[in-house]
């Protein structure tokens, strides 16, 4: 199976990357697997210049890293996407990667876009409230039609400033059984 895996935290060693790093170990075996750290690509953001109405499956910005992305978006057969919330939103990097699958939806028609599922995981750092990750959920719901991905999870994970994401039981026994589905398939 392919899988690409974001890590989509500004910090490379923070909670979001300790636990993704956990769940991959889980997955690791017998898959092709690829990391997009989004400290370590250059992705500019959308221009929202519709270039790519026009010309399908074609971004004006042909000088970043998200020409490859786009690939590596649209083969797998498995997303995860690790990401901490910052204002019950995703972070600026993450988001921009996001964004510029304008590209991918300006499409139209997503039939010949290999079915996916998608995996998420989302780290707070403050205690659990109402909302805490309702603007990602709002932005997923989209971004799942855009690259024609069925969710198998959502795994929140709150109140790291307290507890490392490592350290919560119950999310870690989450993703435990999220890696057993996997190997199920």
């Known amino acids: ?3 690409t895996a974001i890590m989509g935290s500004h910090r ?3 909670h979001t990357s300790k636990i993704l790093n956990y769940f991959l170990e889980q997955i690791r075996e017998d898959n092709e697997l690829r990391l997009i750290n989004v400290n370590k690509v250059h992705v500019e953001h959308c221009k929202g210049c519709d270039y790519c109405i026009p010309h399908q499956g074609e971004c004006v910005i042909k ?3 998200m020409t490859w992305i786009y690939d590596d978006f649209m083969d797998c057969d498995l997303l995860v996407i690790a990401s901490p919330v910052y204002f019950t939103a995703f972070p600026s990097k993450l988001k921009t990667v996001i964004d510029r699958t304008q590209m991918i939806y300006n499409l139209g028609d ?3 876009i290999p079915n996916k599922k998608i995996i998420f995981i989302g780290v707070g750092g403050a205690p659990s409230y109402g909302h805490q990750f309702k603007g990602m959920e709002y932005t997923l719901e989209w971004y799942l039609k855009n690259l024609n991905a069925v969710p198998m999870g959502f795994v929140e994970i709150s109140h790291t400033d307290e507890t490392p994401a490592l350290e919560n039981k119950k999310a870690v026994a989450e993703l435990d059984a999220q890696a057993q589905q996997i190997k199920n398939l």
Do not use: R, V
Request: glycine fraction near 8%; avoid cysteine.
């Open 12 to 14: 490379n060693n923070g």
């Open 110 to 112: 997503h039939s010949h």
């Open 63 to 65: 000088d970043d890293d």
């Open 1 to 3: 199976m392919k899988i």
